[in-house]
């Protein structure tokens, strides 16, 4: 039987009169707005009375999608019993262009064959995540994050698993904390997803998350460079009142010139030369020049022009 349909096989019931007569096939998208998928009905197939069932090859598209098989009870009581005893669907990726067998089997629907490389790399990935699943108050999530994200970055190959992957990091709430930490991967990721051929709606949500994360960042960059901006205005405002606080204190608190001082200080301001000051005091020009220098140092000046002012 393998190979004659895209997805056939057998499927066992344990009692066949508390179950439809079907199984029925979906398809499993993924919303665009909010990341989470959801169900859509596509057909169902008759199971005969060895098992079989099979869907022709017109229900599938011809690129790579995610699939679920299913079984539906008849009685609102086998509804009830499904949530913990039994697993009565399987999901999978295929396309047109591939095959999958369900092999008979003591499950519902037990093991399959494929011939699809992204669903073959699907199965890695589960295994891979499997060695998480049970694991409670032993959680590690930094170290979960860091080999779930080298996982998907080094070991698959496959876009729409990469996908699948990096879902599995946002339904633990990890997927922003990691954007965070590595953008660049992510942008890069983006454009490897713009450039393939998959349906933009497969990869939307990411980039819907990545131009969140990234208005977040700039806001917060942009409400920090205010803060800092904020702190180095008042330190400037700050030291300029110090500055200006500390020169008047020098100039009131500077000390008082001497009798000689201050007949030198008139005569300057009288417009007499260092040497008419001289012979009018009867002292050398080196004495008028230590008297001008103490002058100046008091009254915190460092020329002729400044004590002119000072009239």
């Given at each position: ?62 690129d ?9 009870p ?8 499904l ?17 999958v ?10 093991s399959?064959?494929t ?39 080094d ?144 009254l ?9 002012s000072?009239?």
């Amino acid at each position: 039987m393998f190979g004659q349909a895209p997805v056939s096989g057998y499927i066992t019931m344990d009692q066949p009169e508390e179950w439809e007569n079907k199984v029925f096939l979906s398809s499993i998208d993924q919303e665009q707005s909010k990341g989470t998928y959801h169900t859509i009905p596509i057909a169902s197939a008759t199971i005969d009375k060895d098992g079989f069932f099979a869907f022709d090859q017109h229900e599938f598209a011809g690129d790579d999608r995610m699939y679920k098989v299913e079984l539906r009870p008849l009685s609102i009581q086998e509804k009830k019993k499904l949530s913990n005893k039994i697993k009565n669907y399987r999901l999978f990726i295929t396309s047109k262009k591939d095959t999958v067998f369900f092999n008979k089997n003591k499950t519902m629907f037990g093991s399959y064959t494929t011939t699809n490389k992204a669903d073959l790399e699907w199965r890695k990935l589960k295994k891979f995540n499997a060695r998480f699943e049970n694991l409670t108050s032993d959680f590690d999530t930094q170290q979960y994050l860091l080999e779930t994200k080298g996982y998907v970055k080094d070991s698959l190959q496959i876009l729409l698993v990469k996908l699948i992957g990096i879902k599995a990091l946002d339904d633990k709430n990890l997927l922003e904390k990691d954007i965070k930490k590595n953008p660049k991967y992510y942008i890069d990721l983006l454009q490897e997803l713009k450039s393939s051929e998959l349906d933009p709606s497969t990869y939307i949500y990411l980039e819907n998350k990545l131009t969140v994360i990234s208005q977040k960042l700039t806001n917060k960059k942009y409400h920090m460079s205010l803060w800092v901006n904020g702190i180095a205005i008042f330190v400037i405002i700050v030291l300029i009142s110090f500055i200006f606080i500390s020169k008047k204190r020098r100039n009131t608190h500077s000390p008082s010139l001497s009798k000689q001082e201050q007949i030198v200080k008139h005569l300057i301001q009288s417009g007499k030369s260092n040497k008419e000051i001289a012979n009018e005091l009867f002292v050398s020009i080196s004495t008028v020049k230590t008297h001008i220098s103490n002058i100046y140092s008091k009254l915190n000046i460092s020329n002729r022009q400044e004590l002119l002012s000072k009239k």
